[in-house]
């Protein structure tokens, strides 16, 4: 019952796994300047042994689209990415039929030789039309097919409609795509697939499902002031705590939209370009829009942090 | 180890967390690719396959507690060979609390620290944020004043009140705030010190977590898990009931509020594009076809253009239902894109139009807190009046209400034992395109007492309860 017939997924059986443990995945991940936590390099590590896809979701700039990236970085895939938008159908998603190649095709089939159109000669170019040379391949379909080693990050998907979810649910469960032309074009290697969501609408269920279900929220305090220390050169440990402190602070209050961890690294920069040691609440007022991009949630943080009390 | 994988799923179930059989199979493999000694890992490989929302992490966290935290060693925990490690953490412990079996029979079990000496160490803790230090003040604190009594049917939350207040938590916070002050030379009301006030205060709030486990633990000894879990099962904030819900629970559910009203807003305005294509589109068709030679293989269609209905909303904000038509408020204003037009009234027994507090701002929460400061709802006394109010609102704004106006009222129509002016709803009704009464009281409450929902709803095209903000939600949905 704890085992799963990897078989039937159509893999070698021994294809070495990516990761030895969690706490390899959560190394690796730091060589490359991810900083990861426990949940993030369990999931990881799982996905890469439970051959699953991972679903990660939460607030807009806490690295989602950056994990999939550093896991691409480490295991020294190719990361192929699709970005989703409304209106993303098949033909821009798996596949779809080069028409004007194709119509090319017939129309040179018809001006060669004026021969009657028998049914072999139809069977033959309808079989020549529907061939790969006339096929276009898009990133899911990309994926599946690839030799090599590639990570999928399929963007954004709350930002397809819930009828074209159905699209992926082949992939995702059974790493292979169904070509009515051609038939079953089935994965030869098991590739990591990163779904990301900024959560502006419920996913379907039968998507969820089929995922490890990933949240990625605001780190901690210890680890945001890591992430800053790894991803800005130059600053000093002070002013670092200083800064994950203060965005700390600052999303205990209530704001329309709380700064994101992308945010606070940019902030950081800031500060050091513009040389600064440390924070007081002046300076930090001068490049509060770095963080908060409403008006009102300045007006508010100014009001509720940073008017100093004499 | 899967019998008990098992029952956590069952009570996950019961929390209302949609746990499908795949999912509770890819959590046993996953078991099986994980060191069950850790539990970190273990509780990330169990949210990862169970939990597929993230508004279910705390109803999870909380099973996860119950099921698996107590692995102190019992001999029905045929995994203990497996957990051993675990157990380093008991060791360490027991010359604090005495034996782990003795724990339950509360406050005796050797607690030998006097109060004095649990409040220094309390103190030293706080400061050093030490985890495992915390965890033995929580112990002890709780051996020490929680006075549990073994099958007691009492939740958790009235241990935890007696715990924290007999360790004086308000003043250990007050005290660690000056500590820190001194220690880091830090000037009272500067930047630094909200800052140091905001780290106190996560401090703090992570030691009434490691009581409120020591808690729980304890309890699970006394009572089992199944049982425990039933009696600590919170409702998932979409489920809470607004009418009755706690000071922390209103806090949660104005926190899920603007992300379900934003996914609404999101899911209409889609529903609105994509619901019903338009007529052919004749000129872009052939315009297409042209790259295929003529042939038309990608029809074109025109843009449907739906009606949109203008809202009014008239609102109950007296005590009882005021939390109520605040969500409701804010929900109608959120995704007041979806309308031609809202505008929202509010009354207790006297009426006043509110529209305008919504358009001054776009930020939703704050238009409601001004509706409670600024808005002149009270006539004589302060006590709902549903027929003074409906009919000063006839009187005034009747005559604006035509076809297309949708009215929604809210309220429990607890109406004090006045007159009903239930012909005013029968005049509305006749002009406007629908009338819909949302009641946050459970349907069998309706007509008991001063209730006279009955007295209107004959009039209305439907009387709706909607006591959670799922049932609101919904029905939101249904009217764009």
Known sequence: MTSVDYNSLGFDEDATPRFDS????????????????????S???????????????????????????????????????????????????????NYRKQLLRIQAGQSGD???????????????????????????????????????????????????????????????VS?????????????????????????????????????????????????????????????????????????????KKAPSVSETIDWARTLVLLGRESIDAESAKETLHILLKYQTDIERANRELLSVVK | MLDLLSGFVVELRNAGLPVSLTEHLDAAAAMSHISLEERTTLKAALAATLVKEEEHYAAFDLAFEVFFA???????????????????????????????????????????????ELAKLLM?????GDASLLKM????????????????????????????RNLDVDGASARLLEQLRDDRGVLEGSLDDRLLQAEVATKIERLKKAVEAEIRKRLVEDRGKEALAKSVRKPLPEDIDVMHATKDELVQLRRILQPLSRKLAVRLA??????????????????????????????????????????????????????????????????????????????????????????????????????????????????????????????????????????????????????????????MAERARHVYWLNPEPRDYWGSGDSIVFDYASYCDGVIECRTLRQLEDFVGELA
């Open chain 1, 22 to 41: 969690p706490a390899s995945v959560r190394d690796r991940l730091g060589e490359v300047q991810y900083l990861s936590n426990d949940a993030i390099s």
């Open chain 1, 43 to 97: 999931v990881v590590y799982l996905a890469d042994r439970l051959r699953k896809p991972i679903l990660v979701e939460g607030p807009a700039g806490t690295g989602k689209t950056q994990l999939a990236k550093s896991v691409a970085e480490i295991t020294g895939a190719r990361l192929i990415r699709l970005q989703c938008y409304e209106g993303l159908d098949e033909g821009k998603a798996l596949y779809e039929w």
């Open chain 1, 114 to 176: 004026a021969a009657p159109v028998t049914a072999e000669s139809w069977h033959n170019l309808e079989e020549d039309i529907f061939s790969e040379e006339f096929l276009l391949t898009r990133p899911l379909l990309e994926a599946i097919r690839a030799e090599d080693p590639v990570v999928l990050l399929i963007d954004e998907i709350d930002r397809v409609e819930l009828e074209t979810e159905a699209l992926l649910l082949e992939i995702l469960s059974e790493f292979q």
């Open chain 1, 179 to 255: 070509i009515p032309e051609l038939g079953t074009v089935k994965a030869t290697q098991f590739p990591l697939v990163f779904l990301t969501s900024n959560n502006t609408r419920e996913l379907s269920e039968a998507l969820k499902r089929r995922c490890l279900f990933l949240h990625i929220g605001y780190p901690e305090l210890d680890r945001e002031q890591a992430i800053i220390q790894a991803r800005v050169p130059g600053i000093t440990t002070e002013l670092a705590e200083q800064v994950a402190r203060l965005v700390g602070a600052l999303r205990t209050i209530e704001l």
């Open chain 2, 70 to 116: 107590m692995r102190d060693p019992a001999p029905e925990d045929l995994d203990d060979a497996d957990l051993g490690l675990e157990n380093g953490e008991t060791a360490q412990q027991t010359p604090l609390t005495g034996s782990g079996q003795q724990r339950g029979s509360g406050g005796g079990g050797g607690s030998d620290l006097t109060p004095e």
């Open chain 2, 124 to 128: 030293s803790a706080l400061v050093s």
């Open chain 2, 137 to 164: 003040v929580a112990q002890g604190a709780v051996s020490r004043f929680a006075g549990m009594e073994p099958g007691r049917p009492v939740g958790g939350t009235y241990y935890l009140y007696r715990t924290l």
């Open chain 2, 270 to 427: 889609r529903k609105r594009r994509h619901g019903k294509r338009g007529g052919l589109d004749v000129r872009q068709t052939v315009r297409k076809s042209l790259s295929t030679g003529g042939v038309p293989i990608d029809p074109r269609f025109k843009k449907p253009r739906p009606s949109k209905p203008e809202i009014v909303v008239i609102a109950d904000i007296s005590g009882s239902v005021a939390s109520f038509a605040r969500f409701t408020l804010h929900l109608v204003h959120a995704i007041s894109s979806q309308f031609s037009k809202v505008r929202s009234f509010v009354f207790i027994d006297g009426i006043d139009e509110v529209t305008r507090f919504f358009d001054a701002t776009d930020d939703p929460t704050e238009a409601v807190y001004r509706i409670n400061t600024e808005a002149d709802v009270v006539y004589l006394d302060g006590h709902s009046d549903y027929g003074h109010a409906l009919r000063t609102f006839d009187e005034r704004w009747g005559k604006e209400i035509n076809q297309k106006t949708t009215v929604l009222i809210l309220g429990d129509a607890r109406n004090n034992y006045h007159a009903s002016e239930a012909w005013v709803v029968k005049a």
